[in-house]
């Protein structure tokens, strides 16, 4: 790269190339037009320069894209999980929802699907997740809505005559006192 050069050594070069006298007033328009051009050959080697890096990263991140689409997946994405019989097996007492936490337990290991599910911690977590669906379950049974049955006032009548148990709400007593005082249907 060539040294950065003076006004002075810029002006000297002038002088001898146009041939003219230190004191000539052109030697300053033409320093000033060379200064112009240097400028703008900086700007425009600079402007070029980004566009050449703006176009590599851009065919970079299209080559990238590209390589994407056609690599496999990596690891297991999008494979179905190779089991042996003896992982069949194991895990057909395991409850849906915690297959996949033993399979990975197993492989975060590095051990076969049977030896973890042997594995202290990963009973102790199946043993929690069992005891959370069962609490779950429970609860949720409770939760449904029963519908009120009404007694019919012939059933308050003949209780009230055979046991001799009275209702306790005031609807119940009003049905067992219509059904005393009204006629039997025909």
Same mark, same amino acid.
């Given at each position: ?49 980004? =566009?050449? &890096?703006?176009? @590599?990263? +851009?065919?970079?991140?299209? $080559? ?9 997946? #990596? ?62 379950? =429970?609860? &949720?049974?409770? @939760?449904? +809505?029963?519908?009120?049955? $009404? ?9 009230? #005559? ?25």
């Amino acid at each position: 790269m060539p040294e950065k050069k003076t006004e002075e050594q810029l002006r000297q070069e002038i002088i001898e190339e146009f041939s003219l006298e230190e004191d000539d007033e052109r030697i300053d328009k033409i320093l000033e037009i060379k200064k112009d051009r240097f400028t703008a050959t900086q700007a425009k080697k600079k402007a070029q320069k980004e =566009a050449d &890096n703006f176009k @590599k990263g +851009k065919d970079w991140y299209k $080559k990238q894209a590209e390589s994407k689409k056609t690599q496999e997946p #990596k690891g297991d994405e999008g494979k179905e999980p190779n089991y042996s019989l003896q992982d069949i097996r194991a895990l057909s007492d395991v409850h849906d929802d915690d297959v996949d936490r033993v399979t990975k337990f197993a492989k975060s290991e590095g051990i076969s699907i049977p030896e973890a599910k042997k594995h202290p911690d990963m009973q102790a977590i199946l043993r929690s997740r069992k005891e959370e669906r069962e609490t779950a379950a =429970a609860a &949720n049974t409770g @939760k449904t +809505k029963r519908g009120s049955s $009404k007694v019919s006032g012939e059933a308050l009548l003949a209780k009230a #005559k055979q046991k001799g148990e009275l209702p306790e709400s005031d609807d119940d007593m009003d049905a067992l006192i219509e059904a005393r005082y009204t006629p039997p249907k025909q």
